[in-house]
């Protein structure tokens, strides 16, 4: 059985491309390892009672390799995604999404934001920044939904009216922007 040394390259310290070699090399070792479990599992069944315990003792081994080769695998595709984001940092954006998907942050809100913020161990600074991008992000997700139909409610406002509403969303609007900075 072949041994599989799978520390010997801290992920930590792999680039982008080292990433996706080493994620196809465990790729190709692991579609190997899972044809030499078919085999065996195969083997097993048409083999008498003296080698059953063989076969199982070279099966345990080959599904201890393929775990390993899987958790490896998993580890090195969240890295190859976190340069994008963190872990914490992809936590957080749903936490801030779902706090702030009815365009308003309530206490409960607020305080599950602060206590993900402190329970990852999230500067401030980086926490209202993603709070911002996700505000900027649900806006842009209302506007895509907006078909100009929409505005047919609007045909029995006088135009101070559609003025007021449109004061009310610009001075929130720079209310967002400034609480954001």
């Known amino acids: 059985m072949m041994d599989l040394d799978l ?20 790729k190709n070792l692991l579609t190997i390892a899972h044809k030499n479990r078919r085999t065996l599992e195969e083997q097993q069944i048409k083999s008498g009672s003296m080698l059953r315990l063989e076969l199982n003792n070279q099966l345990s081994d080959i599904k201890a390799e393929i775990q390993e ?39 409960l809100g607020i305080a599950q934001l602060e206590l993900t913020r402190l329970r990852l161990q999230m500067p401030l600074e980086k926490a209202l920044q993603i709070q911002h ?4 992000n649900l806006v842009r997700d209302i506007f895509r939904t907006i078909h100009s139909n929409d505005f047919r409610i609007l045909q029995g406002v006088s135009n101070r009216g559609v003025e007021r509403i449109y004061k009310a969303i610009r001075l929130n609007y720079r209310e967002f922007l400034v609480s954001a900075q």
């Open 133 to 136: 991008e996700v505000r900027v």
């Open 69 to 107: 080769l899987e958790e490896r695998k998993n580890s090195l595709e969240i890295q190859s995604v976190e340069e994008d984001y963190s872990l914490a940092e992809a936590e957080y954006r749903v936490m801030a999404a779902e706090a702030w998907e009815n365009s308003y942050l309530t206490t």
């Open 7 to 26: 520390t010997e390259n801290n992920p930590m310290s792999q680039d982008k491309a080292e990433i996706q070699e080493e994620l196809e090399h465990l």
